[in-house]
């Protein structure tokens, strides 16, 4: 009993600090670096916004830290991207109703039949949208629907903003369409190590082959390493991608398979998948990423 | 602090007394490593519940988890009891093979979904208070804290039922066998709440703390005491505060909760290591040391007992003769003055009646073993203590 009592005082000086923000500002809570840029974009200074995950993160293998915790007991509206991208994460945020906060799912305001399914089952779907702009820009549109609801008062900033970054999308989706378009057809394959890039091969047109499957836990087969390097060197693929979320180990074996069979590939880069780039830099924003990578891609692919 | 802060401390000194009841067993029975293969093991039946419901949250996945978790220990057991093999190398050979049916499962048929272990079962401590149990519309608190709380109820309730049956069978497997019970049927039911400890701690906090709090308490634990009451005590004192501490850690540095606490045990398990009054390595060092000074100090009263001119007994010559270096001879003439062995006249040395009677007595201790002589110097003396 003595115990009890000595580690309940003990807690009880410790308990220093309860640190809400009382600024009468929303509290906006985010989760992968692409969320956290779109919400900062719309709500600018009207709102306060924490994001959960940094540059780098692989969303699928987040911990969280105990600062989490104040963050998410404070926070009026979480924004994730859902389908399971967060792994557990989004199970917490779904079992978090009745506790007077909106969690918005961005991934699953779009309409299921635009998502790209999984080949065995079919509720599950790919969560990484994202590469779509036109995705992008529905999940602006939500956020700044939800972000007007719960704050009519900043309503007009917020669809202020929206346009202003539409206009800034549109202008992206220009420049990628731009760059895309010197690629002839044939040449656009893009091999990278894990499937996060269908969306954008979707919508632009380039074959994607993911050399393991969606889940990180599996790693690739040596089968599929054969086989993706027959591949490689029968459409003459010049070079393939590491992305800055996934270790590059794998990738760099199949460079070395494709070289035991008397070809070549070249790394072309690394590409922003699952995490953009550090927060301040170029490539930190969500426009940034994007231009980056199409760069990337492209000039590593097309023949000088 | 917030609720939500009161609440995962709450939460884990939980599951840290969950599991250092379980724990303690394991390690005595150097069964420890049984959680983390568990912690692997589960995943085929993570996967076939996946292909049953194709759903990744439906409860039966956890409930099939916990079964593969009891197959695995069956299995351990098993192949342990052929007796070609020792624990840690069954428990060694059943988990990589379960789990790399999982692997393969998801491989062959599933290559697309995002199923593993992570996404499905292993919960985190930092976000246990916002999944909650609602009952009839109210709020009675964060799910975990009744499904670990659950737990412990029972695990509490087997041991005091058991706790005489657990003893004997984990210290004397014959003596069990001939009192008539099992030692089978305690080891089953041992290795069963074990694996539905760790299964359901798993869901509330995430794997390596729940190892961490199966192993480190209990090993600590151990190094302070051989009594099995007191060991139960103190592995859950250390998980409690370990859990407590490493919480308060976490908060400071803004860290993972899960990694903080691992840390603290780590550390809890280290200063054990280092300062325990009996095994810890500063002990382990001082007696060594103290022995060498007590044998020094024999060899100079022997010394003394067998010569009786006076040069041989002058403070100087003990140097030059007995060969010591200074600092040496003075420790144990110091030794042997405090305790009344001998007097220094003139820096000429001569025994004392206790200084005689000591020697005699542990010379004849060395020649005949016989303990009944020395009884009343084990106190004073490391070098009569085994």
Known sequence: MRKIIFLLSFIATLSCKNEAKTNGKLNVVTTTTMITDLVKNIGGDAINIEGLMGSGVDPHLYKASEGDVTKLVNADVIFYNGLHLEGKLVDVFEKMEGQNKTQVALAETIDKGQLIGSEYFASNYDPHVWFNVDFFKLFARKVTQVLSEKDPENAKTYIQNEEKYFEELDALKKDIQGVVDVLPKEERILITAHDAFNYFGEAYDFKVVGLQGLSTATEAGVQDVQKLATFIIEHNVKAIFVESSVPKRTIEALQQAVKSKDHDVKIGGTLYSDALGDAGTIEGTYVGMYRYNIKTIVSALINE | ?386
């Open chain 2, 1 to 386: 602090m917030s609720n939500a802060q009161l609440e995962i401390q709450v939460i884990a000194s939980l599951v840290a007394i969950a599991c250092a009841i379980p724990g303690t067993f394991l390690v005595l029975r150097k069964m420890a490593m049984i959680s983390d293969a568990i912690s692997h093991s589960i995943l085929p039946g993570i996967v076939i519940g996946f292909f049953i419901t194709h759903d990744l949250n439906s409860p039966l996945l956890i409930l099939l988890a916990a079964l593969t978790g009891i197959i695995t220990v069956v299995l351990v057991e098993y192949i342990q009891k052929t007796g070609l093999v020792k624990e840690d190398t069954a428990i060694g050979l059943v988990f990589p093979a379960l789990f790399s049916i999982g692997v393969i499962l998801i491989a062959k048929n599933a290559n697309d979904v995002h199923l593993d272990v992570d996404a499905v079962l292993l919960g985190e401590l930092a976000f246990a208070p916002f999944d909650r149990l609602i009952i009839g519309g109210t709020d009675v608190g964060p799910k975990s804290l009744w499904v670990v709380g659950t737990i412990l109820l029972v695990t509490v309730a087997l041991l005091f039922t058991f706790y005489k049956e657990l003893k004997v069978s984990t210290f004397d497997k014959g003596l069990a066998a001939s009192l008539g019970f099992s030692p089978a049927i305690i080891h089953y039911g041992l290795m069963s709440v074990s694996s539905v400890t760790t299964v359901g701690a798993f869901d509330a906090v995430g794997a390596i703390l729940v190892v961490a709090l199966m192993i480190a308490p209990a090993a600590s634990a151990y190094l302070i005491t051989k009594d099995l009451k007191k060991m139960l005590i103190l592995a859950i004192t250390f998980g409690v505060f370990s859990a407590i501490f490493g919480y308060w850690v976490a908060h400071w540095l803004d860290a993972s909760i899960s990694g903080s606490i691992t840390t603290i045990l780590g550390l809890v398990f280290l200063a054990v290591y280092l300062f325990a009054p009996e095994k810890g390595i500063i002990a382990v060092l001082y007696r060594e040391k103290q022995q060498r000074t007590e044998v020094s100090l024999l060899t100079f009263l022997l010394h003394l007992k067998n010569h009786d001119d006076l040069s041989e007994r002058h403070v100087k010559h003990l140097n030059e003769h007995i060969n010591w270096q200074k600092v040496r001879s003075k420790t144990v003439l110091d030794l042997a003055q405090k305790n009344n062995m001998i007097t220094i006249k003139n820096n000429i040395v001569s025994l004392t009646q206790k200084g005689d009677e000591f020697t005699s007595k542990a010379i004849d201790y060395i020649i005949t073993n016989e303990d009944a002589q020395i009884e009343d110097m084990k106190d004073d003396f490391f070098l009569f203590r085994g």
